[in-house]
């Protein structure tokens, strides 16, 4: 088999392709011969030291493929099985070891690359609307890279669940992806200050909710932006690190809520995973959901792949092709 491996933290430079022994599944575990991995800032973030974890490593968690063969006591799935997965380690690769109960059945009329593409947007976006905030009609929301793979994704959710969607994005070829994803206002940060945009398009009201990815740049005005008992979600952090909130400013007679939600902890049992990954799949199967692949790539070119969606001038998926 073969695999990006990178044996010290640092930019794309440190991602080499290696042949490796094809590992053999233990107890609970499947091999899965990958078919299409997804590429996530995670593994920019893992790369560069920002997340821990032990080196050497293979980046990824993300993809679909086929099953070659299971580990003892697996019940889950079979050889032969199509699948798609969301927590794997070292998903950057031509094979790799994920807990079977973690696999999620990909119907047969979903092709392994859309399943892969919709595992960690796909869901992390479910995830969002359903339960972390979830969407009610009338509800106003804020999405920041509204034309990202996330963003894009969280309009559709968002607006199909009744609510008016305010997104934010960078070029006016930008904001006619998010209005094509049903954002019904699109504001363009570059141009102007989005949270004074926000004020006047809600008539002072602010949003209930605010999804943002972004992080630094934007958490400040999207705390300002916030309607009382509104819900600001900062699920990423492609600008870097949000600076330290003083506590205070959830007061002020608005009475704010702020979360960090990791998608993983509502989805702790095979129960939940499976749930949140049928409903994905359904929506796009009924042309609910549309998918967008910006562009794939060869799996030697990783380093690529992660500078381009670094470089934020992408709009939807990256996957990497063993």
């Not at 006047?200 to 705390?223: E, I, Q």
């Not at 409903?279 to 998918?291: H, N, Q, S, T, W």
């Amino acid at each position: 088999m073969k695999a990006i491996m990178f044996y010290e933290h640092g930019g794309p430079e440190v991602l080499k392709l290696e042949g490796h022994p094809t590992p053999t599944p233990g107890a609970g575990q499947a091999l899965v011969e990958v078919a299409a991995t997804g590429v996530n800032f995670v593994e920019i973030y893992q790369r560069m030291g920002w997340y821990k974890m032990p080196l050497p490593a293979t980046p990824g968690g993300e993809g679909a493929g086929i099953v070659l063969s299971v580990g003892p006591d697996v019940t889950e799935v079979r050889p032969g099985d199509r699948v798609a997965f969301m927590n794997a380690n070292g998903s950057y690769a031509t094979h790799t070891l994920v807990a079977a109960d973690r696999l999620a059945p990909v119907p047969e009329n979903l092709s392994l690359e859309e399943a892969a593409a919709s595992m960690v947007q796909g869901l992390t976006a479910h995830v969002l609307v359903t339960r972390t905030y979830p969407i009610k009609p009338g509800d106003r929301a804020l999405v920041h890279a509204a034309a990202g793979g996330v963003g894009r994704l969280l309009c559709q959710m968002a607006k199909a669940l009744g609510a008016t969607v305010y997104g934010t994005v960078s070029t006016e070829a930008k904001a006619q992806i998010a209005r094509e994803a049903g954002a019904d206002e699109v504001i363009l940060y570059t141009q102007e200050d989005f949270a004074a945009a926000l004020k006047r398009l809600t008539g002072g009201k602010g949003v209930n909710v605010a999804y943002d990815s972004v992080g630094k740049d934007t958490f400040d005005g999207s705390l300002d932006s916030l309607a009382p008992l509104g819900y600001m979600v900062s699920y990423g952090q492609s600008s870097g690190f949000p600076p330290p909130l003083d506590i205070q400013r959830l007061a002020g007679g608005r009475s704010l809520f702020v979360t960090r939600p990791s998608v993983f902890a509502y989805m702790s049992t095979r129960e939940e995973f499976l749930a949140h990954a049928r409903a994905v799949f359904v929506m796009i199967l009924e042309g609910r959901l549309k998918l967008h692949v910006d562009r794939t790539y060869p799996l030697e070119q990783a380093a690529e792949a992660q500078m381009a969606l670094a470089s934020r001038q992408t709009s939807g998926k990256l996957l990497l092709i063993p």
